[in-house]
């Protein structure tokens, strides 16, 4: 069975940071890309971060230089470091995993992120 949890997520004031964590059961993590995305109310939901399984990364233009995406194997868990946050950041943050033959989504139930003054 297929697990992605996620935490971390709070109330915080612009320039303030945030860590969310993302544990992963069910699956061969370490061979896997995993990758943090968000959705505001009224917008689409958007890829912020994504690690590959030899560490590579990418980060959404708007939150380079700010965010940083991580990864312990050994945990199972992928962290977004989230620095210098901006009320543009508030959002629901989700973990996605792809998997499988088809490549299916996994998704966790996601935390919520509010910066607000």
């Known amino acids: 069975q297929v697990q992605v949890v996620e935490s971390g997520g709070g109330l915080v004031q612009p320039g303030e940071s945030l860590r969310l964590s993302c544990v992963v059961s069910g699956v061969p993590f370490s061979h896997l890309v995993s990758g943090w995305y968000r959705q505001a109310p009224g917008k689409e939901r958007e890829l912020v971060a994504s690690?590959?399984?030899?560490?590579?990364?990418y980060y959404l233009d708007s939150v380079k230089g700010r965010f940083t995406v991580s990864r312990d194997n050994a945990k199972s868990s992928v962290y977004l470091q989230m620095n210098n946050l901006k009320l543009e950041d508030t959002a629901v943050y989700y973990c996605n995993v792809p998997y499988g033959e088809f490549e299916y989504d996994y998704w966790g139930q996601g935390t919520q992120v509010t910066v607000a003054s």
């Open positions: 690690i590959s399984a030899d560490g590579g990364t």
